[in-house]
């Protein structure tokens, strides 16, 4: 299989000399859905991922795109008198503007057009809508940020890669729900780079309008890992209540608000609940306190690693003879005495079924797997060179993800604050 990625910029340059080893078959990213991308035009004077190739082709994109926006906030000022129908989560339901007209909107694969380039405002996306729990982890990683709205994960990756936004923050497990393996999938589709992480403990309330009580409440809808973290604690709650997933938690307490569900409850967070005028009708419900969600940081360009604090680098290889590999390349960790703190398979989307034996064509046939590993080292160490080193000898692909900073700040559960 062959790596995707973008021509190489200095500084990803610079990052192959410290990793010890070249990153084969670079290609430039496609994305089917967007007409323009914008690189970088501070520092050269050609766009390498996107259409035109000087400064003046893309100040005169971004001057069309100008003039489109006005029309269309003209367009939008004449149709504020009428209650316009929209759909949030899959429903129908009227806009939000009794609640907080100011709040951003997630952006949506149509908004994802040229920018102009940023001020010294560090732009975060992130997804879901104001109070979900990955906005609280962007301010957390990136404190004073201008935190960016997404309605799905594949738009906040994108968002980065076209300098909409200058950084992604967004989850990737969970310590009651596992891994969020959308996520996963988009690091390996995208080549963004890891560059830091940040564990946020998670708080979880039930959410209801004002004076509605839980034992009139017939569906609780929320995030599918929200209601999974909170299974246990609902149950003994007394409630009978469908459960039904939705997009992200702050969602959920958006659309009851919205529709003036009086039957509905949402699982989010405290600040969700101020944010769309609910009542809290049980604080702390998810099944453990000790539940912590993992998130990281994505830009375009990786850091240079360093030795001078616990550094953490994440990994992703496949090999075309299965998964009998697999010892061997552990090894190479063991041998050097590298921890291992996740291991993570996913199957191959582009061929996910091998024979076992040639001879016995149609019986046995077992799953290709892609094998994401994180692992306690600095790839400005020689060990960590060397371990890549031997591993690339027995893989048909290895793509480093990113080698970054740990988060080392003591975990304290926090209440509904987030």
Not at 13 to 32: E, H, I, Q, W
Not at 126 to 151: H, L, R, T
Not at 341 to 347: V, Y
Not at 360 to 386: C, L, W
């Amino acid at each position: 299989m062959k790596a995707i990625s973008p021509s190489p910029g200095t500084a990803l340059k610079s990052m192959n000399r410290v990793y010890g080893f070249a990153l084969k078959n670079r290609k430039p990213v496609r994305t089917d859905n967007i007409k323009c991308l914008v690189n970088r035009s501070d520092s050269v004077n050609s766009f390498s991922n996107g259409i035109g190739s000087s400064i003046a082709d893309w100040q005169s994109n971004c001057a069309i795109l100008s003039s489109k926006v006005a029309v269309s906030q003209q367009q939008e000022t004449e149709k504020s008198g009428n209650a316009e129908i929209t759909a949030v989560n899959g429903h129908r339901t009227m806009d939000l503007v009794h609640v907080d007209n100011n709040l951003p909107k997630p952006l949506t694969i149509t908004d994802l057009s040229p920018a102009p380039m940023h001020g010294s405002l560090l732009r975060v996306a992130y997804q879901g809508v104001p109070g979900a729990y990955s906005e609280a982890a962007a301010g957390k990683a990136y404190p004073n940020c201008e935190a960016i709205p997404c309605d799905q994960f594949e738009v906040a990756f994108q968002a980065v890669e076209l300098w909409i936004a200058d950084r992604a923050v967004l989850p990737v497990e969970n310590s009651l729900g596992g891994s969020i393996h959308r996520n996963y999938d988009l690091l390996l589709r995208h080549r963004l780079h890891i560059v830091g992480e940040v564990q946020l403990p998670v708080h979880h309330c039930l959410l209801a309008l004002p004076g509605v009580r839980k034992e009139y409440l017939t569906r609780v809808i929320s995030h599918p890992q929200a209601l999974a973290q909170c299974e246990q604690t609902l149950t003994q709650l007394g409630l009978n209540v469908a459960r039904e997933a939705v997009d992200d938690t702050a969602g959920a307490a958006e659309f009851i608000a919205a529709n003036n569900l009086r039957d509905t409850a949402a699982i989010a967070s405290a600040r969700a609940a101020e944010l769309y005028g609910l009542q809290i009708v049980a604080d702390g419900i998810q099944d453990d306190s000790s539940n912590v969600t993992r998130f990281v940081m994505l830009a375009r360009e990786p850091i240079i690693p360093r030795i001078d604090r616990p550094f953490k680098t994440s990994i992703v290889f496949a090999h075309d003879k299965g998964t009998s590999v697999l010892f061997k390349v552990l090894s190479a960790f063991a041998f050097r005495n590298i921890s291992l703190t996740k291991i993570e398979s996913r199957p191959h989307r582009n061929r996910p079924i091998r024979l076992v034996d040639d001879a016995n064509v149609g019986t046995a046939k077992h799953f290709e797997y892609m094998f994401y590993i994180d692992f306690e080292a600095s790839m400005a160490e020689p060990r960590a060179q060397n371990a890549l080193a031997e591993v690339q000898e027995f893989t048909s692909f290895l793509r480093v993800l990113g080698s970054y900073p740990m988060d080392m700040t003591p975990w304290i559960p926090c209440r509904g604050d987030l």
